[in-house]
T-cell receptor, first 115, second 110 residues
Framework: GAGVSQSPSNKVTEKGKDVELRCDPI?????LYWYRQSLGQGLEFLIY????????KSGLPSDRFSAERTGGSVSTLTIQRTQQEDSAVYLC?????????????FGPGTRLTVL | QKEVEQNSGPLSVPEGAIASLNCTYS??????FFWYRQYSGKSPELIMS????GDKEDGRFTAQLNKASQYVSLLIRDSQPSDSATYLC??????????FGAGTTVTVRA
């Protein structure tokens, strides 16, 4: 079946603008995760959704970052007043549930460049 | 916080050789362990998961887990140029959160 999809694949924006990144998880997956991967660095956890709820927002770097999920499916990560340090690849993953053994499957990512 | 450390690399091996990747983790309650492969400019792709002590083999890949030593490794046998990628070790405890190592870049020389 279809994997995790993300859009846009690339986004170039000017400092101070707001951006929205979209993630469409694998059908039937209740858990959804956002990660960020900066150049040459490992994956950094941002936020996790179980259904439409976000029990853990601890990874969001600042209050400029927010995310929502509707209908237990699509999620949107919003970054307000973007800064150059926000430039990174934003990866979304989903899993069947959120138990420890469940595999997270990643989407292709959105490469964000803030000029 | 589940700190995950990987051997720094880059690792260069000749075609046909064994590539050995190591990963240690700090949180003793970690339960699930994953190896992801990430080609340049692409997203991580799961290649192995392991939950119990011992070895798990899948084709040319073998994952080894030693919970007492808090150590997990990945062996790639008969390395091929297509194995050239960054390999990410990921660890999960009783919860949902994956903690990743920084990755080890492997180059297989033809």
């Amino acid at each position: 079946g279809a994997g995790v999809s993300q859009s846009p694949s690339n986004k170039v924006t000017e400092k101070g603008k707001d951006v929205e990144l979209r993630c469409d998880p694998i059908s039937g997956h209740t858990a959804l995760y956002w990660y960020r991967q900066s150049l040459g660095q490992g994956l950094e956890f941002l936020i996790y959704f179980q259904g439409n709820s976000a029990p853990d927002k601890s990874g969001l770097p600042s209050d400029r970052f927010s995310a929502e999920r509707t209908g237990g499916s699509v999620s949107t990560l919003t970054i307000q007043r973007t800064q150059q340090e926000d430039s990174a690849v934003y990866l979304c993953a989903s899993s069947l549930a959120a138990s420890s053994g469940d595999t997270q499957y990643f989407g292709p990512g959105t490469r964000l460049t803030v000029l | 916080q589940k700190e995950v450390e990987q051997n720094s690399g880059p690792l260069s091996v000749p075609e046909g050789a064994i590539a050995s990747l190591n990963c240690t983790y700090s949180d003793r309650v970690s339960q699930s362990f994953f190896w992801y492969r990430q080609y340049s400019g692409k997203s991580p792709e799961l290649i192995m998961s392991i939950y119990s002590n011992g070895d798990k083999e899948d084709g040319r890949f073998t994952a080894q887990l030693n919970k007492a030593s808090q150590y997990v490794s990945l062996l790639i046998r008969d390395s091929q140029p297509s194995d050239s990628a960054t390999y990410l070790c990921a660890v999960k405890g009783n919860d949902y959160k994956l903690s990743f190592g920084a990755g080890t870049t492997v180059t297989v020389r033809a």
